[in-house]
């Protein structure tokens, strides 16, 4: 799910005209950017109404830096550190960093981690299972929760992902193994699912 | 590379920007190793789950509030302020502080004498019901005599 590549002469030339006074053109903009934005709102902040307040503080924010956009990185890229800083900003001053433990969240919801875990891409309610995910990334630590939604969700490459949080790749390669170690660490009492041969021999059985 | 050096790679496995000599060295790895093959396939559940998590439906309302919110900055932007606005900024605390000081000032001007307790308890009393304060004690021997008397 990899969308960010260099800067595309479309973005730029809208870029562009916006520059140039025809504030309207921003529309298209947020339009193409906003399932990427609110999506990430929604899995950093946990809860949909915040996460969409906060999705169009960042575009407005971004708006009115519209002129420090300088199209070195993707305009992707520059909306997900706008984006990233935002959203840490809020959790910072809501001190919302953790809803809830690992513990409870396992004992609770336990079964559907493990249809999660162990489905195929089309399977369940995926309403249920945004839910889930966004449940399972706020009891990670923030720094991990960014890497692992930006990586596994959004496909954030290497260099991206440096340019988005501002630091080197070697930073990120430490801070994505960090991450996901931390995940897998906390998953660990599930099982790995079974390989369709696997699951065929269990049923003929 | 050894085993934990392999399990320290592992979860990178599926990452592009892996270098190919370390896929190849995983590969050849995880062909053998019962632990890095669980361990590799329970993180391919987890990347599975997370690929599952969707992006929310493109919302034309959310484009409106982002353009109305626009609208306002610019307007905000736009609208030339009133003359008087930035005296107000320093000439609405100096006025608050003048007045202050103007009350201070008629206090002091208007400053009544000071009633000592002894002055208001005996204001209407007539002079030979007075009580007196004496500061001295009482000598001992007047104190004797008047006891002897009695």
């Known amino acids: ?205 | 590379m050894k085993h934990e050096e392999i399990r320290e790679k592992l979860l990178s496995f599926h990452d592009p920007e892996l270098p190919e000599p370390d896929r190849l060295e995983i590969a050849a790895h995880l062909k053998s190793c019962r632990d890095c093959q669980n361990r590799l396939k329970h993180w391919e559940g987890i990347q599975a789950g997370f690929s599952q998590a969707a992006m929310p439906e493109s919302s034309e309302a959310f484009v409106r509030g982002v353009m109305n919110g626009i609208a306002h900055l610019g307007d905000a932007a736009s609208e030339p302020e009133p003359w008087f606005f930035p005296f107000l900024r320093w000439l609405v605390p100096a006025a608050g502080y003048a007045f202050a000081v103007f009350l201070i000032f008629i206090a002091i001007l208007h400053q009544e004498p000071v009633f000592n307790t002894e002055t208001v308890l005996l204001a209407d009393v007539p002079e030979s019901a007075q009580w007196s304060f004496v500061s001295e004690s009482p000598k001992i021997s007047n104190l004797i005599s008047i006891k002897e008397k009695s």
């Not at chain 1, 999660?116 to 369940?124: A, E, Q, R, V, W």
Request: glycine fraction near 4%.
């Open chain 1, 1 to 205: 799910m990899n969308h960010h590549k260099a800067v595309s002469n479309e973005d730029y030339g809208i870029i562009l005209s916006i520059l140039g006074g025809d504030r309207n053109a921003y529309a298209e903009i947020v339009r193409k950017y906003e399932g990427r934005v609110r999506g990430y709102c929604l899995t950093m902040l946990s809860d949909p109404a915040q996460a969409d307040d906060a999705a169009q503080e960042i575009f407005i924010k971004a708006y009115q830096k519209l002129d420090q956009y300088r199209a070195e990185s993707a305009f992707s890229t520059w909306l997900y550190r706008i984006s990233a800083n935002h959203c840490l900003d809020i959790l910072r001053k809501t001190s919302r960093h953790k809803t809830e433990s690992w513990e409870a969240l396992l004992e609770k919801e336990g079964e559907k981690i493990e249809v999660l875990l162990g489905s195929s891409p089309k399977t369940g309610n995926s309403l249920e299972q945004q839910d889930l995910i966004t449940k399972l990334l706020a009891c990670l630590s923030e720094k991990s929760r960014t890497m692992l939604i930006l990586r596994e969700i959004h496909g954030l490459s290497y260099q991206e992902l440096a340019e988005t949080l501002e630091c080197s790749l070697d930073a990120v390669k430490a801070r994505l193994k960090r991450a996901r170690q931390e995940i897998q660490k906390n998953l660990d009492t599930f099982p790995a699912p079974k390989s369709s041969k696997e699951t065929e021999a269990h049923h003929e059985a």
